[in-house]
């Protein structure tokens, strides 16, 4: 079973920045698609950023310019780079990872997830 590791979320005041990852651990053959979704309270979860094995990326229109997604195949390892954080980002982070694992089987799998607060 793939399991994810959340960390770097935390408080922050507007404008600053804070890097969120995701470590991917298991028997795992293949990631490939990695996304960062949001949930804020009261909010339906929305997606933010996602990455595709081939390194495609897509952002929701409120992050663009400003959020950063990348991978590290390597660690498994998926980051999502936030910058000129606004209050409105306030929630909690969610990885999400789909790929195929051994023995042959596809996953779709949930991080527990890491509160980011932007707050004077």
């Known amino acids: 079973q793939v399991q994810l590791v959340e960390s770097g979320g935390g408080l922050v005041q507007p404008g600053g920045s804070l890097r969120l990852s995701c470590a991917a651990s298991g028997s795992i053959f293949r990631m490939n698609v990695m996304g960062w979704y949001r949930q804020a309270s009261g909010k339906q979860r929305e997606l933010v950023a996602s990455?595709?094995?081939?390194?495609?990326?897509d952002y929701a229109d409120s992050v663009k310019g400003r959020f950063t997604i990348s991978r590290d195949s390597g660690k498994n390892t998926v980051y999502l780079q936030m910058n000129s954080l606004k209050p409105e980002d306030t929630a909690v982070y969610y990885c999400?990872?789909?790929?195929?694992?051994?023995?042959?089987?596809?996953?779709?799998?949930w991080g527990q997830g890491t509160q980011v607060t932007v707050s004077s």
């Open positions: 990455i595709t094995g081939d390194a495609i990326t």
């Open positions: 999400n990872v789909r790929g195929v694992e051994l023995p042959w089987r596809g996953f779709d799998s």
